[in-house]
């Protein structure tokens, strides 16, 4: 996004779901703060007072494929197909592959109707070998104007968001980063 702009962009991968996401709902409206949420559509399907929520709430949505498809692994037609039938429960123009891969191919054929957003910060929070600490050290360390920084609304993220979320949240605002949603 823009280098010249004081502003980040909060993005949530992988969810909705009920053990993490009103979490992390909350803790963004406790400090007025909108985000884009790449959900998986199988997700939404099981979740969807989960789903209306987070666009009730104002937050942006985007799709992250039916079921956390890997595109390293499927024909541009399935992968296509998969991120179709996500779309059939989101109805978002952005798309983002799990694991911020896919085939040259599949992106050629995506960008026709969909926007490809990616990242620049992971924070790794899904990770056994990190603590809170260290996934708000990694948004202390590479956070920068215009950042895409992705934390994940998943079971494998939740205990370190409790912590980390809201201490990235007023780091960030303590250096004076404005939050933002895609247009």
Same mark, same amino acid.
């Given at each position: 996004?823009?280098?010249?702009?004081?502003?980040?962009?909060?993005?949530?991968?992988?969810?909705?779901?009920?053990?993490?996401?009103?979490?992390? $709902?909350?803790?963004?409206?406790?400090?007025?703060? *909108?985000?884009?949420?790449? @959900?998986?559509?199988?997700?939404? =399907?099981? +979740?969807?007072?989960?789903?209306?929520?987070?666009?009730?709430?104002?937050?942006?949505?985007?799709?992250?494929?039916?079921?956390?498809?890997?595109?390293?692994?499927?024909?541009?037609?399935?992968?296509?197909?998969?991120?179709?039938?996500?779309?059939?429960?989101?109805?978002?123009?952005?798309?983002?592959?799990?694991?911020?891969?896919?085939? $040259?191919?599949?992106?050629?054929?995506?960008?026709? *109707?969909?926007?490809?957003? @990616?990242?620049?910060?992971?924070? =790794?929070? +899904?990770?056994?070998?990190?603590?809170?600490?260290?996934?708000?050290?990694?948004?202390?360390?590479?956070?920068?104007?215009?950042?895409?920084?992705?934390?994940?609304?998943?079971?494998?993220?939740?205990?370190?968001?409790?912590?980390?979320?809201?201490?990235?949240?007023?780091?960030?605002?303590?250096?004076?980063?404005?939050?933002?949603?895609?247009?």
């Amino acid at each position: 996004m823009d280098r010249h702009e004081k502003a980040v962009y909060l993005t949530f991968d992988d969810g909705p779901i009920p053990e993490a996401t009103p979490f992390i $709902l909350d803790t963004l409206k406790e400090h007025d703060i *909108k985000a884009t949420f790449f @959900m998986v559509g199988d997700n939404v =399907r099981k +979740y969807p007072e989960l789903f209306e929520r987070i666009k009730a709430e104002g937050h942006q949505v985007g799709n992250h494929t039916f079921n956390h498809m890997n595109g390293a692994k499927y024909s541009i037609w399935k992968y296509s197909e998969n991120i179709k039938k996500a779309d059939d429960y989101i109805h978002s123009h952005y798309v983002r592959p799990p694991h911020g891969w896919m085939r $040259l191919g599949q992106y050629a054929w995506l960008s026709r *109707k969909y926007k490809i957003v @990616m990242w620049d910060l992971v924070t =790794r929070d +899904y990770s056994r070998l990190l603590t809170a600490e260290d996934v708000v050290n990694n948004v202390k360390k590479y956070a920068r104007n215009g950042s895409i920084i992705t934390f994940h609304d998943s079971l494998k993220s939740i205990d370190k968001l409790r912590t980390a979320l809201p201490e990235s949240i007023i780091w960030l605002k303590s250096q004076g980063y404005a939050f933002k949603i895609f247009p």
